[in-house]
């Protein structure tokens, strides 16, 4: 996957979540047109699985420890090579940067975990920190749009303004903040399965403040929540799209 800039190209070594490579695999390939639109050079380890969320929420913590060795492994840096590793999920960044640091903590594989914690991003908040891309020239949306902050990305990544500003500078597209943005949508992985009602009920109330807005899409950085939330849209036939900001940096063009 090459790059389009002139200067040495930022090597990026993309993980994708286990949502979006079973899921949602478009958004992956989004993400990657975007990073190769703004110059980067993108690698694609096919060796990478999960990053073990879902079995250290469960309280499984030695396999979840088992993942998350094989995840340092997977996306350990070339021998003098500057890599990033850039994810469109703040839920897995949030789980390597700090639940790993537990994980890890006192091991021999503590600084190996330290080194691959300092170089992983969310996408947003690479192209914006990182990089200093506020605006994809090329995207072009249609449309008014409310934005949902999952709490991985504010709580644990704190990821809030990133976000907006790449929205904000896409041709044809108005932000529409809904009532309590901040509010979680629900689903909190084995929460939904676990608290099913009060899952659901929780999303209605995303759901019916997003719609409040008038918007006509519900953005945010993390497909598990717009799962979630699609799948309550779709269930009460509302008129309100979801869609992950990398597809939306990735339209009209």
């Known amino acids: 996957m090459s790059s389009t800039a002139s200067s040495p190209a930022p090597q990026v070594d993309i993980f994708i979540p286990c949502f979006v490579d079973q899921l949602y695999p478009h958004t992956a ?7 190769e639109a703004v110059g980067c050079q993108v690698h694609y380890n096919a060796s990478q699985t999960c990053c073990g969320q879902p079995a ?3 309280g499984y913590k030695q396999q979840s420890r088992d993942i998350a060795d094989k995840f340092l492994t997977d996306f350990a840096a070339p021998a003098g090579a500057q890599r990033y590793v850039v994810s469109p999920s703040a839920s897995c960044v949030g789980m390597v940067r700090n639940s790993y640091s537990h994980l890890f903590a006192g091991t021999p594989e503590a600084a190996r975990c330290g080194a691959v914690q300092q170089r992983t991003y969310e996408l947003t908040e690479f192209l914006v920190d990182v990089l200093g891309i506020t605006e994809i020239p090329q995207a072009k949306l249609a449309g ?7 709490c991985s990305a504010l709580r644990e990544c704190g990821i809030r303004a ?8 896409v041709a044809g597209l108005e932000r529409l ?3 309590e943005t901040t509010t979680c949508c629900g689903f909190g992985g084995t929460f939904a399965v676990k608290f099913e009602a009060i899952s659901v009920a929780m999303a209605q ?7 409040a807005t008038g918007a006509d899409y519900l953005v945010s950085t993390d497909v598990s929540c717009l799962m979630h939330l699609e799948a309550y849209i779709r269930r009460e036939k509302l008129a309100l799209k979801t869609m992950h900001i990398a597809d939306v940096l990735a339209s009209g063009w």
């Open 205 to 211: 109330q995303k759901v019916e403040h997003a719609l």
């Open 56 to 58: 250290y929420n469960a």
């Open 144 to 150: 008014r749009y409310t934005y949902h902050d999952s």
């Open 162 to 169: 990133a976000p907006r500003q790449l929205l904000d500078s």
């Open 29 to 35: 390939l989004n993400m990657v047109k975007v990073l």
């Open 177 to 179: 903040e809904m009532a």
